[in-house]
């Protein structure tokens, strides 16, 4: 079965050269982004009932770029000024460089890890008599607690924003010959939206163990995997993939 369509669960690249529209290029398909879940805000008023006064915490740990908005959005919403003794520690340098949105880097104590949330635990370790805020999604991952609950130190987690399945009725006659998905929610919003979804002759991309896992527990066939050796990302997996399927 030839592959000439590709829905992709996450929104459209912003960049021009993103991999995606090289592969459509290289290989003449057709990509189209749709995300199959999004992330809404919690209210201020939430934020109080969850017992969070920011003027409580010493410093702060950010493990997204979700999570940078969402706490200077908070912020911005209780009136609180944000002030310059206040600790950062991102888990990434991505997250770190996107902090600048908001804070005059130069002025600021900002710590950054590596990758994972495991690597910024020294950091963090070596600050053990800071109080700790971390503003997370509702959808935690628990390697986060774990880590931060090892260190033995004064932290909270208030949950700032959710996930949300998406609505995707609109795609309810539209058929594609792959479908890419990057979390088990993604999986789960598909099934939410069409209940009586039927894979048939449709390939299912999965990115992460614990996608493909919530896949196969719906019922679905995994017919591109990754990240593999071979192919550490989705489009590294799907141009191998076509590759063969299109030959």
Not at 33 to 41: A, K, L, M
Not at 48 to 72: C, E, G, M, P, W
Not at 150 to 166: C, H, N, P, Q
Not at 170 to 179: A, P, R
Request: glycine share 2%.
């Amino acid at each position: 079965m030839k592959v000439k369509t590709i829905l992709v669960s996450q929104p459209e690249p912003k960049v021009e050269n993103s991999p995606y529209f090289e592969l459509q290029q290289k290989l003449k398909v057709k990509f189209d982004f749709r995300p199959f879940i999004h992330v809404e805000g919690v209210s201020a008023k939430e934020i109080r009932q969850q017992k969070i006064d920011l003027n409580n915490y010493t410093a702060i740990i950010l493990t997204s770029k979700n999570s940078v908005d969402h706490f200077f959005r908070v912020a911005e919403e209780m009136r609180y000024k944000v002030p310059e003794t206040l600790k950062y520690f991102c888990q990434s340098e991505a997250v770190a460089y996107y902090l600048q949105k908001y804070v005059v880097y130069r002025k600021r104590k900002i710590y950054v890890g590596l990758k994972d949330f495991v690597d910024i635990a020294p950091l963090i370790k070596k600050y053990k008599d800071e109080k700790f805020l971390l503003p997370a999604s509702d959808q935690l991952n628990s390697d986060v607690p774990t880590t931060l609950n090892a260190l033995k130190i004064d932290w909270t987690e208030g949950v700032f924003y959710r996930t949300v399945m998406s609505d995707l009725s609109d795609l309810k006659d539209v058929y594609y010959d792959v479908l890419a998905f990057f979390s088990p929610t993604g999986i789960k919003s598909l099934f939410m939206n069409f209940p009586d979804f039927e894979q048939n002759n449709t390939r299912i991309a999965v990115f992460g163990s614990t996608t493909q896992k919530e896949a196969l527990d719906h019922g679905l066939r995994v017919d591109i995997m990754a990240p593999s050796p071979e192919a550490p990302s989705m489009t590294m997996a799907l141009e191998k993939y076509i590759a063969k399927a299109n030959k």
